[in-house]
């Protein structure tokens, strides 16, 4: 995602320095199918989805 500032995340969430900030990526929740254009409603089905809380933790880094 452009603009995104690895330095300031690296700061921010105290990300010890023998670990890489790789990559960033918008989080949200989705709208109602009811307000997607016509021609893309029909391309919307239930996805079998990873959960999110798998993937990604909130607040500054915390080692296992």
């Given amino acids: 995602m452009q603009g995104f500032d690895y330095e300031r995340a690296r700061k921010e969430l105290h990300i010890p ?3 890489q900030v790789e ?3 918008a989080v949200g929740k989705p ?4 307000l997607l ?3 893309l ?8 989805r990873r959960k999110l809380s798998q993937s990604v933790f ?4 915390k080692p296992d």
């Fill in 37 to 39: 254009p016509e021609k």
């Fill in 41 to 48: 409603r029909a391309r919307e089905s239930p996805k079998d």
């Fill in 31 to 34: 709208a109602p199918k009811e």
């Fill in 17 to 19: 320095d023998e670990f």
């Fill in 23 to 25: 990559a960033m990526a």
């Fill in 58 to 61: 909130e607040g500054p880094f």
